[in-house]
């Protein structure tokens, strides 16, 4: 549960309000691709912040950035996680900082069952929630623990990319299209479970072609055009202002 102290930084998007993730003035480059250009925005504890924007608008790269995936590589601007530099940081140093990226693909280990992926995520201290805690808010899973992983549904695919995040000690997850293929129906199960992570104390950053979607889910909304932030404020403002999600959104 998210305690008052919690709730009061979530309502409060102060600019001088010290956030938990803040991303200052960043630029990465593919080569000599400028790509992320000079992007900042701050994201609350317990707080779930939709990174949108059009196609190549640079929200994939932005989200690698922050997890220190090496490329597109780092070549101006600080991330600070809970007072620690990520922008110092290597890929391995970042997820022991309590960042994990969700990627696109999913990246499900073939040939190993659903509870040897989510066990494999456990082998490195510190260990995250347990697969009782897992297989409680993913039933699911907990049906499929002996089932090939890659056998598994979209969905059911997307739960344990999910799952295997939280298996590790980790504080902000990074989803990067995690609805991507997927039945209306699931995908609201997957907002849902969502919601409980939130509640959960863990913060959270959804990138997502499915903007609609996103934006119910989320509190706050920053969105990307050609590297650039553009807009940076609630949710569902954007959901309430059909001009602006015509002109950034294509929606
Ligand atoms: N490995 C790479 N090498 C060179 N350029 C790249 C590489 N990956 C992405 N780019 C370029 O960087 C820009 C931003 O791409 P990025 O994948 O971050 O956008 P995106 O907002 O996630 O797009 P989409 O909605 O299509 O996933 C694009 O112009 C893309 O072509
Ligand atoms: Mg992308």
């Given amino acids: 549960?998210?305690?008052?102290?919690?709730?009061?930084?979530?309502?409060?998007?102060?600019?001088?309000?010290?956030?938990?993730?803040?991303?200052?003035?960043?630029?990465?480059?593919?080569?000599?691709?400028?790509?992320?250009?000079?992007?900042?925005f701050n994201v609350h504890e317990g707080e779930i912040l939709a990174l949108l924007g059009r196609n190549g608008a640079g929200k994939t790269s932005t989200l690698r950035t922050i997890a220190r995936m090496g490329n597109p590589e780092l070549r101006h601007g600080e991330i600070w996680l809970d007072?620690?530099?990520?922008?110092?940081m290597k890929n391995y140093e970042?997820?022991?900082?309590?960042?994990?990226?969700?990627?696109?693909?999913?990246?499900?280990?073939?040939?190993?069952?659903?509870?040897e992926n989510l066990k494999?995520?456990?082998?490195?201290?510190?260990?995250?929630?347990?697969?009782?805690?897992?297989?409680?808010?993913?039933?699911?899973?907990g049906e499929?623990?002996?089932?090939?992983?890659?056998?598994?549904?979209?969905g059911e695919?997307?739960?344990?990319?999910i799952a295997r995040a939280l298996a590790r000690d980790i504080k902000v997850l990074l989803l990067d299209e995690p609805y991507e293929g997927l039945a209306p129906v699931?995908?609201?199960?997957?907002?849902?479970?969502?919601?409980i992570i939130r509640d959960q104390g863990i913060t959270t950053i959804i990138v997502e072609q499915n903007a609609v979607a996103a934006l119910k889910l989320a509190d706050?909304?920053?969105?990307?055009?050609?590297?650039?932030?553009v807009y940076d404020d609630s949710a569902q403002k954007v959901l309430d202002d059909e001009a602006l999600r015509a002109k950034y959104l294509a929606i």
């Fill in 186 to 195: 699931i995908v609201q199960e997957i907002a849902k479970t969502l919601k």
């Fill in 157 to 161: 695919q997307q739960m344990l990319a």
């Fill in 94 to 115: 970042a997820a022991q900082a309590g960042i994990a990226l969700v990627p696109e693909d999913r990246r499900i280990i073939q040939g190993l069952t659903v509870e």
């Fill in 144 to 154: 499929r623990r002996t089932q090939d992983g890659s056998t598994l549904s979209g």
């Fill in 83 to 88: 007072h620690k530099p990520l922008h110092k």
């Fill in 1 to 40: 549960m998210l305690d008052e102290h919690t709730f009061d930084k979530r309502a409060n998007n102060a600019a001088t309000a010290p956030a938990f993730l803040s991303v200052w003035n960043i630029e990465a480059y593919y080569g000599e691709s400028y790509i992320v250009q000079d992007v900042s």
């Fill in 220 to 229: 706050r909304a920053v969105i990307l055009d050609t590297g650039l932030v």
């Fill in 120 to 141: 494999l995520a456990q082998i490195a201290p510190p260990v995250g929630w347990s697969l009782e805690r897992i297989y409680e808010l993913f039933p699911r899973l």
